[in-house]
């Protein structure tokens, strides 16, 4: 049977209860960082557990924001289509999950990828799609790599949509996205992780993600249930990534590295394993924990949060000494 979320799949709605319940849920006090732009009165983001956390580790969620201002949705070509296609749909109630059974700090965004992506430098922006001349006040040597696929600071292009915009940005509205959103998130992450590593000696960050299918889930080519990226070995300590890897593939999950999804900008601006920061992205395929049609949770959610549960606990303890038993808490 489909786990209903109590939600539609209309992108108009500007907190859904999903998004609500997504904070309550967590155990420690809900701290609002930022502001939705068009929605003064909305946090951009919440972080839960920072206080006190239970172990040294902190699951950020960058793009599964689901508050759209009417305005935004007014300047889409395709507000019906392009929504669902830039979230990571739904994956906040993995992490909140996570954070339940496992103490971790957690951080949700909750302004949606459609207005600022989380996972791109400040400068990774297609210039072309902005109004206005003058300097480029975060632009170095032009467009990043990735915006230039269409998928930069503000998405420009999706496969199969083309255009996503009726409109160039205006540059202030650009600059007001940044500053309301994307600048204090990544002090509240790079904050949370300092204070872990000052309180434990070592931190992880677990950037959670969703993918949509690589491929068959059937034959000896089945395509993985997730990916787990550490930058090919720059953000994170060996054991960890593969502390993460084989505790999957005991769980009876298959699990790849790096490929295709080494993970982005907040791997490469966050970790810093030579100072006991370490930081791993986790793609998580949609299929597994989502209905037929990929828009709502399905039953699969409770086996991928168990499972997910279990490896935080073991990587956690991977991270710094715990008492004997502690890895198994969650199993």
Known sequence: MKRSTGQDADPSRTLNRAGNRAESQTGGAAQRGGYVPGLPGTPAFTLTNASAPAIPVLISVPHAGRVYPA???SALRHPAD???RLEDRLVDQIAVRLADATGAALLVAHAPRAMIDLNRAPDDMDWDMV?????RPFARMGAGRRARTGLGLVPRRLAGLGELWHERLPREELEARISAVHTPYHAALAHTLEALRDTWGAALLLDLHSMPPLGPKTGAEAAADFVVGDR??????AHL????????DQAGWRAAHN???AGGYVLDRHAAPQRGIHAMQVEICRAVYLDAQLQELGEGIDAV??????MVLRMAAELVPMPRGFAQAAE
């Open 305 to 310: 949060a168990a499972s997910l549960s279990a």
């Open 241 to 248: 990534s593969q502390a993460a890897l084989r505790y999957l």
């Open 131 to 135: 109004a206005s001349g003058g300097a």
């Open 71 to 73: 305005e935004l949705l």
């Open 259 to 261: 490929r295709p999804y």
């Open 232 to 237: 090919f070995g720059a953000s994170c300590a």
């Open 82 to 84: 392009a929504p669902l």
